[in-house]
Nanobody, 113 residues
Framework: QMQAFGGGLVQPGGSLRLSCEAS????????MGWWRQAPGKQREWVAI???????KYAESVKGRFTISRHNAENTVYLQMNSLKPEDTAVYYC?????????WGQGTQVTVSS
């Protein structure tokens, strides 16, 4: 089970930190990451982190978002800085474990003045 936290309302230029914990019988999770879905749009990939420290970001968030993970706690984080109104979306975390993908329930991020 994946549980995401940290969403909310923030003004443009502000910051939020999302976290997502994989609870249950997980060990040595492979890839973890975040996707997001804005109203009326398809879900889009945001950031990925491998089992080590290798990371990849969507062009739209590169330089503003930072993904990290705590392997011992099976937790993935997304630090979001310089937020823009177009970052408004429901953010979903996921983990790849034993060739299966596990999704979190989503957390709403709203960037508005």
């Amino acid at each position: 089970q994946m549980q995401a936290f940290g969403g909310g309302l923030v003004q443009p230029g502000g910051s939020l930190r999302l976290s997502c914990e994989a609870s249950g019988s997980f060990s040595s999770i492979n890839q973890m990451g975040w996707w997001r879905q804005a109203p009326g749009k398809q879900r889009e990939w945001v950031a990925i982190i491998g089992s080590g420290t290798n990371t990849k970001y969507a062009e739209s968030v590169k330089g503003r978002f930072t993904i990290s993970r705590h392997n011992a706690e099976n937790t993935v984080y997304l630090q979001m800085n310089s937020l823009k109104p177009e970052d408004t979306a429901v953010y979903y975390c996921y983990a790849v474990y034993m060739l299966s993908i596990y999704w979190g329930q989503g957390t709403q991020v709203t960037v508005s003045s």
